[in-house]
């Protein structure tokens, strides 16, 4: 299971569902009943980041029925979070608010700090894809403080380009490049999310400052390391900003 999540973050999406796959096949021949349910709970954010949103939420809710009953509440806020993500790509923002909400006072309680900064970012974008970039960016705004003495790197970075494309909504592309430089100084170059995010960012402040030909490019890129590594959620969005140009 630890190599699936390693491969997740790395790009390697096929590698890491064999990994929690095997995973998940040999939990259950030893019977060890957490090794499934956490296995299960990956599963959940593996498929979804390969754009199979149906097989996602099918799972997230066999794991969160099983934890629930079971009391084991840190894979149950776990697998709320990465289900809130579909419901958001699904344009469902109520409910992912509603299930952010639930999730965070979970963690919360649980002390889990970087479930607690992972709920924060969820809420900060579902407000911007509301329209409700000022109270996005509030709420961003202090997150960065907290994560800049902190040691995740990643949400530090997807924090920033949260505050980038808030800007950008906002109208102020100047204050936008200045985020977007910063979170292209942080990036991880193993993450493929926090890379992949960078790229859709920077493609749509070029796009906004009419450097086309630049856009383009970049949009170009994205879909071929979307497409390479099977991260078909970035892929589309990709697509969605070549559509554009």
Known sequence: VNLGILQMESGDLK???????????????????????????????????????????????????????????????????????????????????????????????????SSIFTARLQRASVLHHLGMYQESQVRLSKLRSELESSRYRVPHVLCLLGIANNFISLGDPVASQKYIDEASKALSGGNMVSNLSYRGALARLLWTRAELSSARRVCILMAETARKNGYKLFLFEAWLHLSRI
């Open 15 to 113: 590698g890491a569902h064999r990994s929690l796959a095997r995973g998940l096949a040999l939990a259950s021949q030893a019977q060890k009943f957490l090794g499934n349910l956490e296995a299960r709970a990956n599963l959940v954010l593996c498929v979804q980041l390969a754009g199979d949103l149906d097989s996602s939420a099918k799972l997230h809710r066999e794991v969160a029925s099983i934890s629930a009953e079971k009391g084991y509440r840190h894979v149950l806020h776990a697998s709320e979070l990465t289900h809130a993500e579909t419901l958001l790509f699904r344009g469902h923002f109520d409910e992912a608010l509603q299930t952010i909400q639930l999730a965070e006072e979970g963690v919360v309680s649980l002390r889990n700090t």
